[in-house]
């Protein structure tokens, strides 16, 4: 028996990337930084792939420094370049489940979103 599971809490790199199919699927993809136990280590950074209605709320809601946390799958897209021809390879967790992180004041305060503003000292970029 094997076990992939990966939770994390960060904040998100950027904005969600979102792309519609004309089955009515949707994805959002983004980056998470995770920071580490020291503040002078620099933070891990993740790729992010959010599908259904989660990634209806990620589009809605995260915004660049919102607060969150996740829980998924590691996965390992691989594809070949088209210019090179070399076959490449980028690691993704895949979300199954998106929390918003941060209190109601921190949403009524940012720019409508949930995870709210951070200070610049809790961004890790």
Do not use: C, H
């Amino acid at each position: 028996m094997g076990v992939n599971s990966v939770t994390l809490v960060g904040r998100a790199g950027r904005d969600p990337e979102v792309r519609y199919f004309e089955s009515g699927s949707m994805v959002a993809n983004l980056t998470m930084a995770v920071n580490r136990r020291s503040r002078e280590d620099e933070p891990d950074w993740f790729n992010l792939e959010i599908w259904g209605k989660q990634a209806q709320v990620a589009a809605d809601y995260v915004k660049k420094g919102s607060l969150l946390g996740i829980i998924g799958s590691f996965k390992l897209d691989r594809w070949t370049d088209r210019a090179s021809g070399e076959e490449r390879s980028k690691p993704v967790v895949r979300v199954d489940r998106l929390e918003l992180l941060g209190s109601k004041r921190d949403n009524q305060e940012g720019a409508g979103s949930f995870g709210g503003q951070a200070s610049d000292e809790d961004i890790p970029f």
